[in-house]
């Protein structure tokens, strides 16, 4: 394992006695964000989607935004440097001193490198990697389907988990939009950056014993059952 010591390590040095992370670990269309909105309501904690963040920073025109716009356009990684400094400050906020549920990240070796420096520094309870698995087939359909609503990004799917109304949120009213990075021809690109730099995390994980198979072809109910029980031996529901 390579000597860490980035960014991510360097600006939470000093935080001590985290709780627990849990990581959403599956291809682009997993169900990834879906169920991690619901493992942060069960057990309260803050649920971290790399993606959002990123997105946020587009909307709101800043650097880093400016920075991750056009490779996310073309479905290509942001560099792990940028990641990790604005997990780093996300995490260092207090909210996520219980712990926190990550949905898209690591994302690569030097990620999870860097986040395991993290675990080991700061106490981190313990990490638990559930690992999405979806037969490929089925995340174009899931991904081209998708819509995601303006105000609180809940999440439907216009084949499987329509909006009782077109194009508005059941929940609360607010429009439902269509990811720009959900066409066709940059899924391609999403799902090969996958295969070639987030995959090897299942083998990385596996050797630490921290990684737990999920049947993410199941309906969201089953999933979110089955990602209960594991994590009940670990928390308590809140
Ligand atoms: P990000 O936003 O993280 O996207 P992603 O990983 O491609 O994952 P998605 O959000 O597309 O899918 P999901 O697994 O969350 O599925 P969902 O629950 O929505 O990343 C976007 C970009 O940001 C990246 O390409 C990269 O450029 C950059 N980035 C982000 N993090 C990075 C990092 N760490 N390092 C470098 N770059 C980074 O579900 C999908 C659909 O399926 C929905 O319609 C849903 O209703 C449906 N569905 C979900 N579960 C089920 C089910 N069980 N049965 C039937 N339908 C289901």
Known sequence: MADVTGDLGRCLEGVQG??????????????????????AQRYSLPHLSTGDMFRDNIDRDTDLGRKAKPLMERGQL????IVVGMVADRINQPDCAKGFVFDGFPRTLQQADDLEHIAKRNQLGCTIVLHMVV????????????????????I?????????????????????IHRADDSEDVIGGRLAAYDK???????????RG????IDAMAGVDAVTENISR?????????
């Open 18 to 39: 985290l709780g627990h992370a849990v990581i959403l670990l599956g291809p682009p269309g997993a169900g990834k964000g879906t169920q991690a909105q619901r493992i």
């Open 78 to 81: 942001v560099p792990d440097e």
């Open 210 to 213: 921290l990684l737990s198979p």
């Open 197 to 207: 730099q987030t995959q090897p995390l299942v083998k990385y994980y596996t050797l």
């Open 156 to 176: 439907y799917n216009i084949y499987q988990r329509p909006p009782r109304r077109d194009s508005v949120c059941d929940l609360d009213g607010s429009p439902l």
């Open 230 to 238: 594991i994590l009940d031996g670990v928390m308590a529901p809140r």
């Open 135 to 154: 037969n490929p087939e089925l995340l174009m359909r899931r991904l081209t389907g998708r819509r995601i609503c303006t105000a609180a990004g809940h």
